[in-house]
């Protein structure tokens, strides 16, 4: 079976650009998030789709978007960036909600 | 906001030693997972504890829930030096929408 696959794997941006980042879920998994992992710390939960809705967000600006296809894969697009945002993305899929398996993640520079 | 809170945040050992790190929460959650972390990779689940008081075992690594459900601990026998990584402990949601993680613990098993 095919695992969380995230593209790109490493990605530079200026600060005020947009970018959109991809992830391709488990085969059959309707379910996905997207955490934040800063250097250093633990993953911060920034949203889920369930079924190509918005099913919980947490405590990130409007201008963190996100999308699911009707194939499940789903996107992260992040506005105006900034210095800060400079992290880890990582994306997970599930069924429903059982355990979450998890993307190598989208390392995120910011300059 | 819940907050879930690890110790020690780093820690470095020896080949064979043993080690405990904990896991506190300031309250409740629907179950705690484990996950464990290596550099470039996404995390991976472990387990998950549900009951107060349960008590799991994987190997090496015995992970316990506390009888009131607001704190875990990991144990592992004669550590080596695959078991070098990050550790994670995040709280399940009652909705299952959402994982809130530790800060994690960095262990380097020294041969």
């Known amino acids: 079976e095919t695992g969380v696959t995230q593209s790109p794997t490493h990605l530079i941006k200026t600060r005020g650009q947009q970018v959109t980042l991809r992830c391709s879920s488990q085969?059959?998994?309707?379910?996905v998030s997207w955490y934040q992992q800063a250097l250093g710390q633990g993953p911060q939960f920034i949203f889920q789709y369930y079924r190509e809705e918005e099913n919980g967000r947490g405590n990130f600006p409007p201008r963190f978007s996100g999308l699911q296809f009707p194939n499940y894969s789903s996107e992260l697009n992040v506005n105006a960036l900034e210095l800060d945002d400079s992290a880890l993305y990582l994306c997970a899929s599930s069924l429903e909600f059982r355990p979450l398996h998890f993307g190598n993640g989208t390392r995120l520079t910011v300059t | 906001t819940q907050l879930l809170e690890q110790s020690p945040q780093f820690l470095s050992i020896q080949e064979g030693e043993n080690l405990t790190v904990y896991c506190n929460s300031s309250s409740v959650f629907s179950s705690l997972q484990w996950y464990r972390q290596e550099p470039g990779e996404g995390p991976v689940l472990l387990v998950t504890v549900v009951t107060g008081g349960e008590v799991k075992k994987l190997k090496r690594l015995t992970f316990q829930f506390g009888d009131a459900r607001k704190d875990s601990s990991l144990h592992i026998t004669a550590a080596q030096p695959g078991d070098t990584g990050l550790y994670l402990c995040a709280g399940v949601e009652t909705s299952g929408s959402r994982l809130t993680f530790g800060e994690g613990t960095q262990l380097t098993v020294n041969p």
């Open positions: 085969s059959g998994h309707n379910t």
